[in-house]
Structure formats: structure tokens, C-alpha cells
């Protein structure tokens, strides 16, 4: 580990802090979560796929995500506890889990067109969705 760690590039570096709301950086310009999902939502039906409702779901998501980080030591340490006596909250989490999995299932699902359109998009979309379910 300590060789691993002696050698690699970005060890002696900061953890990058990932934002929806420039994901990636395309030719100096700052590129977002929704600006991705709404390119993706456009293009992959004019290519004869499904309807992916992308953007619409990432908006909801990050409205409910907003909300809810407020509350995310609670929610991770003592979930339960804490939601016994809150149902409007415990909707809300609710909510957010099954967006959250819903959109990442449609993306899953229509990787391979997506990858077909712009494999970096693609992945970025794909890598990008997991390291904010981490956050």
C-alpha cells in the first residue's frame, strides 16, 4: 500500500470535490449533470430510443437531494430512529431513493445508444451518477 500510494500521480493531492453542476470540463467550459441528461433526453429519442425523462427526474433529484443534506449525518447514522416520528420526511428520502435508482436503471439501460452518441458523455453521465450517490 505504501508503494502504491508513494507512486501514485494524484497522492500527494487534494480529493476532488465532484459538483452536478459542472461534472466535467469540455474545451474550458463547465459542463452539468442536467446539461448532460437534457442533451442525452433529446438525442437518444431522435435516434430512435425510448423517451429517457432524464432531466426532469435529475431536476426533482436535486431539489429532494437539496433538502435532504441538511439532515445526512442523521440519515446515515440513525435512520430509522429518526424517521420513526417524521413520515413527511421519510417520504421525501423515499423519493429520492427511488429517483435515485430510476435514473441510474435508465441510464444503465440505454448505455449502449448512449455510448453510440458520445462514449465520453456516456461515461462521464455514468461515473458521475455513482461518485454523487457516494456524497
Not at 433529446?42 to 426532469?56: K, M, T, V
Not at 430512529?81 to 441510474?104: C, D, T
Not at 441510464?107 to 451518477?129: C, D, F, H, I, P
Request: include cysteine; aromatic fraction near 8%; hydrophobic fraction near 45%.
Amino acid at each position: 500500500m505504501e508503494l502504491a500510494l508513494k507512486h501514485h500521480l494524484h497522492a500527494d493531492r487534494e480529493p476532488t470535490k465532484l459538483s452536478p453542476d459542472a461534472i466535467t470540463v469540455e474545451e474550458g467550459q463547465n459542463r452539468s449533470m442536467l446539461e448532460m441528461l437534457e442533451a442525452f433526453d433529446r438525442e437518444i429519442p431522435a435516434s430512435g430510443g425510448p423517451e429517457l425523462n432524464l432531466a426532469q427526474r435529475w431536476r426533482r433529484f436535486s431539489e429532494l437531494r437539496t433538502a435532504l443534506i441538511p439532515n445526512l449525518d442523521y440519515l446515515v447514522h440513525f435512520a430509522l430512529a429518526w424517521l420513526a416520528g417524521k413520515p413527511a420526511l421519510a417520504a421525501q428520502v423515499e423519493e429520492y431513493l427511488l429517483l435515485s435508482g430510476g435514473i441510474y436503471r435508465t441510464v444503465q439501460e440505454n448505455y449502449n445508444a448512449m455510448t453510440n452518441l458520445s462514449e465520453g458523455w456516456a461515461r462521464t453521465v455514468l461515473e458521475g451518477l455513482l461518485a454523487l450517490a457516494a456524497c
